[in-house]
């Protein structure tokens, strides 16, 4: 029998929520109009991964005029912030990315990038084209509303500002993973962390989850090709390693296409940059590729590995050449805890609406979010950021990409709530 009365009683705090009535609209109301302006401010100065300079210099700002206490230059250039409740508790978390991408903005807005920066020795330009920028100001919103509603909190909530979600420069550590290695769920210590992600091909209002294994791992690869030079006209005195660098191509989408039970999981193999050659008319000497693996099953990723492996020197040698391969971990599979996901979703079905809350089927895409789910149990979700009725969108990581501000409030109220209402169920 108690155990009925308890399951009764977490399930009506679920409904009504601890912000339950109207106790905190006016903090949502003031502080909508500000989060549009921080996130069209970050959208115009964005900064490269381990570069967030100016971006993390604002956050701190704003943390500390709210009186929140504000730890700088984690995993170099992270923030976090502590917000202790009137009442003790336990202590959750919630995540924002602030880094930008190498993508040249082809957007006419008013607050488009214009930045440039250098990336692995190139010019490039700069642009949040996966939306970190409206992650951080989201963010920023609820440390304010929080901040202003001690009274509701049952706990502490530890705000993470977090650099570098996009990868670190080579040579360099970063994201996620640095900063659970310098012991950011630590002190004090995190019971639950939650994060979003806006979309940019989900309408305004939608939100959208998954338990379990919810994003694939990632991994990056890096193949060097060795031939031998020659006169382009004369391609039977060399080894042509562009040639070869085809041949390799064509062979792991075979691993993909003949060799992966994909009815299982989805599994993906991309090559994104090659680089050979300096003249029209020279066979270059080699060739260097670089490319991902995506898996969201941890033996399918091992035979993936071992398959590539195996390959590769075997295509470069039946054609005169030579090739080595080189597999890096880039993030682990984004796991939403199922006992985490089954107490929040009505959570989320409150703040969201009737039919507005929509479970998604796991995606290739990756979070170093998981880094943080590997520590502590963790639930990331999906945020609409597409106008209603759009059917031009443009998906993240592209120069079009375009995010509705109208999606931006739920996203205060989803974190806000979340938090106060996993607080008051300890």
Known sequence: MKKVIFLFACSLLAITGYSQGSSLD?????????????????????????????????????????????????????????????????????RADIDALPVYERNDLPFKSTVTSEFLGEKVGVMHACGHDTHTAILMGVAEVMSKNKDKIKGTVKFIFQP???????????????????????????????????????????????????????????????????????PWSGVDPILISAKIIDGLQTIISRETELTKEAAVITVGK??????????????????????????????????????LPLIAKAYGGEATIEILDATDITYNDPDLVASMVPTLQRVAGEGNLQIHKAITGAEDFSYFQREVPGFFFFLGGMTPGNTASFPHHTPDFLIDDGGLLLGVKALTELSLDYLNKS
């Open 274 to 311: 090659i680089k050979s050659g300096v003249r029209f008319n020279i066979i270059p000497e080699s060739a260097e590729m670089l490319g991902t693996i995506r898996t969201l099953d941890y033996d399918m990723k091992d035979k993936l590995n071992k398959r590539m492996m195996e390959m």
């Open 26 to 94: 006016k903090a949502y109301t003031d502080v909508e109009q500000k989060v549009v302006e921080w996130r069209r401010d970050i959208h115009q100065h964005p900064e490269l991964s381990n570069r967030e300079f100016k971006t993390a210099e604002k956050i701190a700002a704003h943390l500390r005029s709210l009186g929140i206490e504000v730890t700088t230059g984690v995993a170099h250039t992270g923030v976090v912030g502590i917000l202790k409740g009137d009442k003790s508790g336990k202590t959750v978390a919630l």
């Open 164 to 234: 570098a979600e996009e990868g670190p420069p080579p040579g360099e550590e970063g994201g996620a993973l640095l900063m659970v290695k310098e012991g950011v769920l630590k002190n004090p210590d995190v019971d639950a962390i939650f994060g979003l992600h806006i979309n940019s091909q989900t309408p305004v209002g939608v939100i959208r989850y998954k338990s379990g294994g919810a994003m694939a791992a990632a991994q990056s690869f890096t193949i060097n090709v060795k031939g031998k030079q020659s006169h382009g006209s004369q």
